[in-house]
């Protein structure tokens, strides 16, 4: 039994026959009487004594009626109080992004928004240094890696995967690779953190490769681009550069290997309680982030 079959038979008790009820429901006939006659079953009584003129309501079902049709109403209201509880939550927020997170979180910073109309979102993409919180004055930042220690709260909101990736153009242009010692004769580039750590060697299963770089870029985009017009082989996150994978702008060099998983967290400070707007920013994502 489901608020469906209630709202059909409160339907045809209204309007005394199937075809009427099934109009003004824009449903078939056929499975308003079929519907009916499985609820009639589970309660073990008729509803209804059938004529061929008209449908009258039996004593079981006059009783019935009265019954249900003031919880079939509370029902259909009761989603009312959440959109009530959306339309409460108002005021600015102000939230830091590191680049390339905001491409992994724009869909559910815009499904925040639709959620809660009244609120005004403003949007910087920081470093991604757990001090541009105090500078800015930010309710909140989401970045990707380590934090350093600070008076900082963090909740992890994803993962991500690094792989090896280097353009079509560059892989045409340049000698084979066939194992990881063949890295030693690329162009490599590199990635310096939000806290000034620049990754001297790739850690990859069981195995460590020496890099020397060429590029050196302090955010994944830029690294991103660089890569994308051939200047040579780096990690990547995989999430970003699938698009570019699946149109073979980008190529997976030694698939098997993987550089490891990175968390991707929501930073807020520990000083200050979070604004109202501020927490239920970070229970939304937290709870639709996957």
Not at 65 to 76: D, G, K
Not at 124 to 132: E, K, L, R, W
């Amino acid at each position: 039994m489901n608020i469906k079959d209630l709202e059909l038979f409160i339907a045809v008790a209204k309007l005394g026959s199937f075809s009427k009820a099934a109009k003004s429901l824009d449903t078939r006939r056929a499975l308003v009487s079929r519907r009916i006659a499985d609820l009639e079953k589970q309660l073990g009584a008729p509803l209804f004594t059938r004529t061929t003129r008209v449908m009258d309501l039996t004593e079981s079902g006059k009783r019935y009626l009265a019954q249900i049709t003031p919880l079939v109403s509370q029902l259909n209201h009761a989603g009312d109080v959440f959109k009530h509880r959306h339309d409460d939550v108002q005021g600015k927020l102000r939230i830091g992004l590191q680049p390339f997170v905001d491409k992994l979180m724009d869909k559910h910073i815009a499904n925040f928004v639709h959620t809660y109309p009244q609120v005004q979102l403003e949007v910087f993409i920081v470093p991604g240094q757990h001090q541009d919180i105090k500078r800015l004055n930010l309710d909140c930042m989401i970045n990707a890696g380590a934090v350093s220690k600070g008076n900082i709260a963090k909740q992890k909101l994803m993962t991500f995967e690094r792989k090896m990736y280097a353009s079509s153009v560059y892989l045409e242009k340049s000698s084979v690779i066939e194992t990881i010692d063949d890295l030693h004769y690329h162009s490599l580039l590199g990635y310096r953190d939000a806290e000034g750590t620049l990754e001297h060697q790739w850690n990859f299963q069981h195995i460590n490769v020496s890099a020397n770089y060429k590029i050196i870029c302090s955010d994944y985009n830029s690294l991103y681009h660089f890569c994308l017009g051939g200047a040579g082989i780096t990690l990547l996150p995989k999430v970003i550069a699938v698009d570019a994978v699946e149109n073979q702008q980008l190529i997976n060099v030694l698939p098997e290997l993987s550089a490891g998983f990175t968390d991707i967290n929501i930073l807020s400070p520990k000083d200050s309680a979070p604004s109202p707007v501020a927490k239920v920013f970070v229970e939304h994502l937290c709870n639709i982030v996957k």
